[in-house]
């Protein structure tokens, strides 16, 4: 498996740059603190950031956000490190505070296939919130097995694995400011 300073050059040029990223960001931070803005008061946000992938995501997204909120963590898995989905979601981490009656909004890096965010939202949605929405920065329609209703979307992509911006490859490769698509002969050595 290729590491380190090799790996990061397994990178083809970047597909979304750390300034459209930003600037798409901050659109969604705005829109969301407009939507929630009447309840802020009597509801603070909880945001519920999904690990690890969407933690840089996350940092960003609620400093463009003007509404009083609270940020909790959870961790699935459901990928092991490889490039593509076992189907199997797993709550490594769950968060530790009551959600009931609370506006809550999920944020995720990727929905790929659907399945991860599809089966966390059952998960939450039987501890009676008060709404339940989900923010993803990217999102690959084209992977899609399980249909899944997102509420807001940073960007469509095509098919391919990407990297950066807090998404790895075996766990690296999350501190690219940009993100770029992985080279599909690093994973495919990996699988032989
Ligand atoms: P899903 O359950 O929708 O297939 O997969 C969701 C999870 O798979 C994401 O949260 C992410 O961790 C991982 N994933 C899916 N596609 C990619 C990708 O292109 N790059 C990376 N780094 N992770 C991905």
């Known amino acids: 498996m290729k590491k380190g300073l090799d790996l990061l050059s397994s990178v083809k040029s970047s597909l979304i740059s750390d300034s459209v990223i930003q600037r ?17 008061e009597e509801y603070p946000l909880v945001v519920i950031c999904i690990l690890k992938g969407a933690f840089v995501f996350c ?47 999920i944020v995720e890096d990727i929905v790929d296939t659907g399945l991860t965010l599809a089966y966390l939202k059952e998960f939450l949605s039987d501890r009676k919130p008060r709404s339940l929405s989900i923010c993803t920065l990217l999102d690959k329609p084209a992977a899609r097995e399980k ?38 002969e690093i994973y495919q050595e990996d699988e032989e």
Do not use: C, W
């Open 24 to 40: 798409r960001v901050q659109a969604i931070g705005q829109q969301i603190s407009l939507e929630y803005r009447d309840e802020g």
């Open 59 to 105: 940092a960003d997204l609620i400093r463009t956000m003007h509404l009083p909120l609270e940020v909790h963590f959870m961790a699935v898995s459901s990928y092991g490190d490889t490039t593509s989905s076992s189907g199997v979601v797993k709550i490594e981490k769950d968060i530790d505070i009551d959600i009931a009656g609370r506006n809550v909004l």
């Open 147 to 184: 249909e899944v209703k997102v509420d807001y979307v940073g960007f469509e992509i095509g098919d391919d694995f990407v990297v950066g911006y807090g998404l790895d490859y075996a766990q690296q490769l999350r501190n690219l400011s940009g993100i770029g698509i992985l080279k599909p």
